[in-house]
């Protein structure tokens, strides 16, 4: 791996990333595309009161279109995870993007509930998915060291989205109405159609660098230099040791790796991040309610959202800055066992929260370790399985998400309907937290770190919890430089033992014509033996 093909002239090898360059135009990309993905099914909401009108329907029906679009973004992962594998990330992005945007404008020439499920839910929810996980995947191709701030820049998108979307919808409701809101909201989505045409393959400059290579490296093939070469390692009795350019077969791109089940680290978040999931979206989903129960008047219960999402845009990056510090990133597993920790403590704190002002308090803490988990969640998993694994991985994690999505909300809802009390339900939500929080971290330290103290693995591997691919990138590009440059080398040696043997023979030639008590046909013995002697020694180094 790692080595140019004589004949293809082709380097399947990762390459390095660039950390900066062209890669903050994908980061500006991602932004986007993570913005649409996670404030777009909870925009949508401002337009449910004239669905339920023009419908005949309930809350709960026009509810289920947000829940079709996440459950599309978060189920079909391993359907992203194959097509990127098998297409590429910028095809599966444009169609993504055109989906997502020809689903709202079917939407808007719907007639019943049903066809907006089919249409706005299924068609828009598929196009995000296809959207949001390969532009997680060129991010993570495109920045190494600062990996950490690109994910939280990026992450950061959700919140500016959120409190970008909902006033906009508001707008377009009241001078539009849903229909042409709906019709200008599918126009916003062809955005993601520039997002995904940015997403240039990293490789495209280092094949054109290794094609040039290549040529140089058969021109020199071609030279008479090569010649001599074959003819300077013949042995003596004249037959000739070329050396065989052995072709190794090609394997099939697997279109979803489940080999990273193997991976310790990788099942330790799985079932982490599947507890967590649980219990997060709960306390954001039913604090409106909460604050309207408690007294609190309806429009400042709305700004209690707002108040989050402000201190989720700050909270994202910085901690994005946090984690890519050099004596935090090693640790980074610890960090985000920390932001899901106090996400679950600040739950657990607030559920006696009985007016406006704790309630405040609770926003303003809530939307900080929000904004860490939401920084911090895809980093982790980069580190864990490595940027080789990561479409794979990313999709297998969203698919068990998805069941932990439609499992906490829904049941949140019904204890609360059954039971009438908000508190029980922040400290069932907390609870679950706090509780992936501690397993993570406990695992992470019993089940990896002292693996790893007793047992150290022979080779150095990125990809398998190092969170960096520069060093393999690099080794993998001196090879091919390497493997190039062998027989340049073999030439030069191989021309030296000549040149050294041709003198050896003269010297002799003329000690044996001054009568240096050696005859004629021993020189030239001597002359062939120490040829031969040198020839040995250079293949030898060689």
């Not at 900066?20 to 993570?34: D, E, H, K």
């Not at 060291?145 to 500016?160: D, E, M, T």
């Not at 508001?170 to 909201?185: N, S, T």
């Not at 209690?304 to 994005?320: E, K, N, Q, V």
């Amino acid at each position: 791996m790692g080595r140019l093909d004589p004949e293809e002239g082709q380097l399947p090898a990762p390459v390095k990333p660039p950390d900066g360059g062209w890669g903050w135009i994908v980061l500006l990309g991602c932004f986007v595309i993570t913005g649409f993905s996670y404030a777009f099914p909870k925009a949508v909401s401002v337009y449910f009161k004239e669905l339920m009108k023009d419908f005949h329907v309930g809350y709960s029906d026009t509810a289920w279109i947000s829940s079709i679009m996440l459950a599309m973004l978060y189920g079909t992962g391993p359907v992203c995870s194959i097509m990127v594998n098998q297409f590429g990330c910028r095809p599966v992005m444009l169609i993504g993007g055109l989906l997502a945007s020809s689903g709202m404008i079917l939407a808007s020439f719907t007639t019943n509930i049903i066809e907006l499920y089919l249409t706005a839910g299924v068609l828009t929810g598929l196009g995000m998915a296809l959207n949001f996980q390969p532009s997680l995947i060129m991010l993570g191709t495109y920045f190494d060291k600062r990996r950490p701030l690109a994910n939280g820049l990026a992450a950061a998108g959700s919140p500016v989205f959120l409190s970008a979307l909902s006033p906009l919808g508001q707008v377009l409701l009241e001078k539009f109405g849903w229909r042409g809101g709906f019709l200008i909201m599918g126009g916003l989505l062809l955005n993601c159609c520039t997002c995904g045409a940015v997403m240039r393959p990293l490789d495209m400059g280092m094949k054109r660098k290794m094609g040039k290579a290549q040529d140089k490296y058969e021109a020199k093939e071609m030279l008479p230099i090569g010649g001599k070469s074959e003819e300077g390692v013949s042995t003596t009795d004249g037959t000739k040791k070329t050396k065989k350019v052995k072709k190794k077969p090609k394997k099939g791109k697997k279109l979803l790796d489940f080999s990273i089940f193997s991976n310790r680290g990788f099942i330790i978040y799985t079932i982490s991040k599947f507890i967590l999931v649980l219990g997060l979206f709960v306390p954001p989903i039913l604090l409106v309610n909460y604050a309207k129960d408690t007294g609190v008047p309806d429009t400042e219960a709305a700004f209690l959202l707002s108040i989050i999402g402000f201190i989720d845009i700050f909270a994202r990056p910085a901690c994005g800055m946090v984690a890519g510090l050099k004596w935090v990133r090693p640790h980074v597993a610890y960090l985000f066992s920390f932001s899901m920790l106090f996400n679950g403590l600040t739950d657990i704190c607030s559920a006696r929260a009985s007016n406006y002002t704790g309630l405040v308090i609770f926003c303003v803490f809530f939307g900080i370790s929000y904004g860490m988990v939401g920084a911090l969640q895809f980093e982790v998993l980069m580190a864990i399985v490595g940027s080789q694994k990561f479409s794979s991985a990313i999709g297998l994690v969203l698919l068990i998400e998805a069941f932990a999505v439609l499992i906490g909300p829904p049941s949140a809802g019904r204890l609360v309907d059954a039971l009438k009390n908000y508190e029980v339900i922040f400290y069932l939500a907390g609870s679950e937290v706090v509780l992936s929080a501690l397993f993570l971290a406990m695992a992470t330290y019993c089940c990896l770190n002292r693996g790893k103290k007793k047992d150290p693995p022979p080779e150095k591997n990125p990809s398998a919890g190092g969170g960096s691919d520069t060093e393999e990138a690099e080794s993998d590009v001196q090879e091919a430089e390497e493997h190039s440059s062998d027989n340049h080398q073999l030439a030069h040696s191989t021309d030296n033992a000549m040149v050294a043997a041709s003198e050896e023979a003269n010297h002799v030639e003329e000690q044996s014509g001054e009568g240096g008590g050696c005859p004629e046909g021993d020189g030239e013995v001597l002359a062939r033996d120490s040829c031969n002697i040198d020839q040995t020694v250079e293949r030898d180094r060689f």
